[in-house]
């Protein structure tokens, strides 16, 4: 029940991410790329602040520092970019499509196998977000953007596997937004178009960085020694289902008869990605 617990908190602080960053960038209160470096900044003082109050230090060998630092920008930056020009139904199926196929990818490579159960689960779950999120009009894909939000993708899941192997969860996040803060700053320079900043945007990106990040990314290394790499990567997909009722609930967004469907049908892909293992050994037995 704890671990369910505390997956349940990781999944809303990453909802709630979406809703902050939604909050403060589509109602002109900062920029993208801008919002995606205080916010790793904002990550980057809590997390160390909490290791000095613990009498821990930051400490974590230079090459897991480097990948979890490089694997957190690749995400931020293609994140940040991609949603410039990407619809943001579309953008969800992109980046959490990918995390998927590379986690499952990756878990099969290590000797994890992936029953025909979990495999069914996992498309159902992304195929009835295919549904919630899918855009009504016209679709239209950049394929710039796309393949940014891709390579975001390709981030999350890199940032995600490593974290399975860490000792301190919040020491290795520390380092890893200090790391990440520092190689954002030549992207924000270089792609930047307009810097925009205010105290509402600047007080939405830290509670971003300092709260639902800092504190939900530390928790995501957590628990994800405790599930395996298919469970990892289909849960995520109830992220932007949850992201869409944090509008309903807080930002006065319509709910329909198509999100209610769309949740149930994420919430039964998930279940069978957990629970087919387990049928399958009481079948054998």
């Known amino acids: 029940m704890q671990l369910i617990f505390l997956v349940l908190l990781v999944l809303i602080a990453f909802a709630a991410n ?13 920029d993208a790329l801008g919002f995606g470096l205080l916010r790793l900044a904002a ?3 809590m997390l160390s602040g909490l290791c000095l109050l613990r009498g821990h230090g930051l400490r974590q060998p230079l090459w897991a520092s480097l990948r979890g630092g490089a694997a957190l920008t690749l995400y931020m930056i293609g994140f940040c970019l991609a949603y410039q020009g990407l619809d943001a139904g579309l953008g969800a199926l992109v980046l ?24 069914a689960g996992a498309g159902l779950a992304f195929i ?10 016209k679709l239209q894909v950049p394929l710039w953007e796309a393949g940014l939000m891709a390579l975001s993708g390709l981030g999350w899941a890199a940032y995600s596997l490593l974290g399975r192997g860490v000792r301190d969860p919040i020491a290795a996040s520390a380092v890893n937004f200090l790391w990440a803060t520092g190689l954002m700053l030549p992207f924000v320079w270089l792609f930047q178009v307009e810097a925009v900043i205010s105290a509402p945007g600047i007080a939405l990106a830290v509670l971003s ?7 939900g990314y530390a928790l995501w290394y957590r628990v994800l020694p405790q599930l395996q790499p298919a469970v990892a990567a289909t849960i995520q997909l109830s992220v932007p289902v949850i992201a869409i009722l944090g509008g309903v609930i807080w930002l006065s967004e319509p709910l329909g008869l198509r999100l209610v469907l769309g949740t149930l049908g994420v919430l039964a892909g998930i279940a069978l990605v957990i629970w ?4 399958a050994s009481f079948k054998r037995a």
């Open 18 to 30: 979406s809703v902050l960053g939604r909050m403060a960038i589509s109602w002109g209160y900062m």
């Open 43 to 45: 990550g980057a003082v």
């Open 128 to 137: 009835a977000l295919a549904y919630v999120v899918w855009p009504d009009q």
């Open 276 to 279: 087919a293992p387990r049928l």
């Open 209 to 215: 960085g300092a709260v639902t990040s800092g504190l």
């Open 96 to 119: 959490f499509g990918v995390v998927q196929i590379a986690m499952f990818g990756w878990g099969a490579l290590r000797g994890n196998r992936v029953g025909a159960g979990q495999l």
